[in-house]
């Protein structure tokens, strides 16, 4: 399968402890954006990449909230001290910049308890 | 800021008939504009998209038109079988440096 991969699909953490999620996006693809999904709502911009330069966050985003994508391929987002809030599917999609069109993957979807 | 807003939130169409979701934006710089499909659970995915310097697009039983003077941007699904139902997005850009601005959804409902 050459699409957008993430793992976990699915996490449960306790409310208070960090969590990781991965992605990998289509080969070759210089872009790669974190979202995040709420039941009912369309998908909220957290973050994204160009090859290993993060070029934009949301104003939105709580400090707690960091990504990385150290060699310009898969990329982490990693959230701290998690709260009940957090709780929602985390989307990743890619894309070959200069064109628009984002590729989704199947999402991480995060349950704080 | 772009805001996007989408009509209706749910639309239920008789199977074969034709569905109609519409969005209107705020820049008059967008100049790109995907609608997506998100079945429960599922990631989106792009079904068709349309660039400004376009007014209509077409791919089978899907179609999408933009008016830039209006600033609105229509999906057309004719023919809606049992699989067209899930919830649909339209978003807008101003181009591959900025993010793309997202509608709120529409679910579409194909009774059978």
């Known amino acids: 399968d050459t699409g957008v991969s993430q793992d976990p699909r699915h996490k449960i953490t306790k409310r208070g402890q960090n969590v990781t999620f991965r992605c990998d996006p289509i080969s070759e693809h210089n872009r790669l954006y974190w979202y995040r999904q709420t039941l009912g709502q369309g998908p909220e911009f957290l973050t994204y990449f160009q090859n290993e330069a993060q070029l934009e966050k949301s104003r939105l985003l709580s400090d707690r909230f960091s990504a990385e994508r150290p060699k310009g391929s898969f990329s982490t987002l990693e959230i701290q001290r998690t709260e009940q809030g957090d709780s929602a599917m985390y989307l990743c999609?890619?894309?070959?910049?200069?064109?628009?069109?984002?590729?989704f993957g199947p999402g991480t979807r995060l349950l704080v308890l | 800021g772009e805001n996007v807003e989408q009509h209706p939130s749910t639309l239920s169409v008789q199977e074969g008939d034709s569905a109609v979701i519409k969005c209107t934006y705020s820049d008059s710089a967008s100049n790109y504009f995907p609608w997506y499909k998100q079945e429960l659970g599922k990631r989106p995915q792009l079904i068709i998209d349309?660039?400004?310097n376009v007014g209509e697009k077409k791919d089978q039983r899907i179609a999408v038109t933009l008016n830039k003077t209006a600033k609105h941007f229509s999906l057309h699904i004719t023919e809606t079988q049992p699989e067209d139902s899930a919830v649909y997005f339209c978003a807008a850009s101003k181009g591959s440096n900025y993010q793309l601005i997202w509608g709120a959804g529409t679910k579409l409902i194909i009774k059978p």
């Open positions: 349309i660039r400004s």
């Open positions: 999609a890619s894309g070959r910049h200069p064109e628009e069109t984002q590729y």
